[in-house]
């Protein structure tokens, strides 16, 4: 009767641990993820190199070391660059460069600037299919930095 129980208890801890873990944000999903398969490999690997399995042992360990350095330096965490990306080349995106990105002109409006925000994301978003992540931040950045100079 104990081991029905003791199913039945972690049957329990399984779903609600689903449950919490539905409820993350996906960075932070991803970042837990890493860090548990990390710890497990490490584990894996130390307990197999102990136990005379050194050729398997010692890479998977390595695997789970390198798991776990992904997770502590993954962006948007603190301490790293904030998008991610390659560091920028220069100070930042002059005002022309991002009136250049968005195709207006100097003497455009708030509602110019978004709407041809609104139009390039649509085709450059990486949920599209033809945009990338890259692209994406460079039109957001171009957007805000115009919208800024307007005072908005």
Do not use: C, Y
Not at 130 to 144: H, N, P, T
């Amino acid at each position: 009767m104990a081991p029905f129980f003791l199913g039945i208890l972690a049957l329990a801890g399984f779903l609600g641990a689903a449950w919490w873990f539905s409820r993350q944000k996906t960075a932070r999903a991803a970042r837990m993820v890493r860090i548990l398969l990390g710890g497990g490999a490490v584990a894996a690997g130390v307990l197999l190199t102990l136990r005379g399995a050194m050729p398997l042992g010692i890479p998977i360990g390595l695997f789970g070391l390198g798991m776990l350095g992904i997770a502590v330096n993954a962006p948007g965490q603190a301490g790293s660059r904030q998008h991610g990306g390659p560091p920028s080349s220069g100070g930042g995106m002059t005002l022309s460069e991002a009136r250049e990105i968005l195709s207006v002109g100097p003497d455009a409006t708030r509602e110019e600037i978004r709407q041809a925000h609104r139009n390039l994301m649509k085709k450059l978003h990486p949920d599209t299919g033809g945009g990338s992540a890259a692209l994406a931040r460079q039109v957001q950045e171009a957007r805000d930095l115009l919208l800024a100079a307007l005072g908005d």
